[in-house]
């Protein structure tokens, strides 16, 4: 494949990510009754005190420390994306809450036919079950477009509305791959990154970038540089920050161990992770079951239902890193589930259900 078609095929991937998807297949009535027998299917008792610590248990209960640290599982709304624009958030956050997540990241402000919602309200809603808003993924730029949403078009207004929603963190889904693929182009992203990180910070939020596999690739005019090394170099830590999404990063491993000329370029997300902990507020917990027939290496599954070894990393950078079990925090996701709902609640019960033990820890 050219690398224009790799940078289309990008651009059509990560620009779906910018705002919220609508249109579903079934009718409300229909994705209630569906949503309403899969939370009995799920016998989630009510939340008591400890919101989201004693969901899910039953499996591997009294063996060991749960790996997942209390209050710090969320959940990135892309992925709920069909049932927010046919029943509105109410509904989704109800199920949520009867899951036992305890926070959510936003993939826009809008609930499709479900009709309007101010930011107000969608941050009480947000309260009134129990969920931290603590997150946002905006696009990062349309140069064709004045009056694009992104942050290089309107980043005031794309402040103004996370401070409304009362976010910790904004952040972008895109690749920094405004300028091109080289060294020099990524340098410049950068520049626009450090600008977007300090704004924020002026109102009390960190700006985040969020990974897919082709952040780790090599640059066009140095083979020899990772992209994503240049963007770690370039960007100032104290202003931008990194969500990595595991299951990507997993596999950029896959397709990026190799420059082009064949030679070792080893590359392991969790090193990566525990090198420059302070710079990982966000991850995105999502799995994939290995599969090397594939261009990426692995083909996206349920949490839990995969081969990346969340016990591992999750236990490894909560127990390795400053404050681990405070800091980061934890987005279950899926770019296209099944059954969305279902998947939330599946994922919720298999991180839920980790304990620390013997076996390789």
């Not at 299917?41 to 939340?47: D, F, G, Q, S």
């Not at 499996?59 to 969320?74: A, W």
């Not at 990974?211 to 994503?228: G, M, Q």
């Not at 770019?335 to 033990?357: C, I, M, Q, Y």
Request: hydrophobic share 30%; with cysteine; aromatic share 10%.
């Amino acid at each position: 494949m050219s690398r224009t078609s790799k940078d289309t095929e990008l651009a059509r991937r990560l620009s779906r990510r910018n705002i919220l998807g609508v249109a579903a297949g079934a009718t409300a009535a229909t994705i209630i009754g569906t949503a309403t027998a899969q939370a009995a299917a799920a016998h989630a008792p009510a939340k008591g005190p400890g919101h989201g610590q004693d969901y899910g248990h039953g499996h591997g209960k009294g063996k060991g420390k749960p790996v997942l640290p209390p209050g710090r599982l969320g959940i990135q709304l892309y992925s709920l994306r069909d049932k927010i624009s046919t029943l509105g958030f109410a509904p989704v956050f109800a199920e949520l809450e009867k899951y036992g997540y305890d926070e959510i990241e936003l993939a826009g402000y809008t609930q499709g036919s479900a009709g309007p919602i101010t930011l107000a309200q969608l941050k009480r809603l947000a309260k009134d079950h129990g969920l931290n808003p603590i997150g946002s993924h905006v696009g990062y730029y349309d140069d064709n477009n004045p009056g694009a949403y992104t942050f290089a078009q309107n980043l005031e207004k794309v402040l103004d509305d996370a401070q409304a929603l009362g976010l910790k963190h904004i952040g972008t889904a895109s690749g920094p791959f405004r300028y091109g693929s080289t060294v020099d182009g990524w340098k410049r992203a950068a520049d626009d990154f450090n600008t977007y990180g300090a704004a924020a910070r002026k109102r009390g939020m960190k700006f985040y970038q969020h990974n897919h596999a082709e952040e780790f690739s090599f640059a066009t005019d140095k083979p020899n540089v990772r992209l994503y090394d240049v963007l770690l170099a370039e960007t100032d830590p104290d202003l931008v920050y990194l969500e990595m999404d595991i299951y990507w990063a997993y596999c950029a491993q896959f397709r990026f161990s190799k420059r082009v000329d064949g030679t070792r370029a080893p590359l392991d997300p969790l090193k990566y992770v525990l090198k420059y902990p302070n710079r990982y507020p966000l991850f995105h917990v999502k799995d994939g079951v290995r599969d090397e027939t594939t261009r990426d290496g692995y083909r996206m599954t349920d949490v839990g239902d995969g081969d990346i070894d969340y016990k591992t990393f999750l236990s490894k950078v909560t127990s390795r890193t400053h404050h681990g079990r405070t800091y980061h925090h934890w987005q279950a996701e899926h770019d296209n589930p099944v059954e969305s709902l279902a998947f939330a609640r599946k994922s919720s019960e298999h991180l839920h259900s980790l304990r620390t033990g013997r076996c390789g820890d």
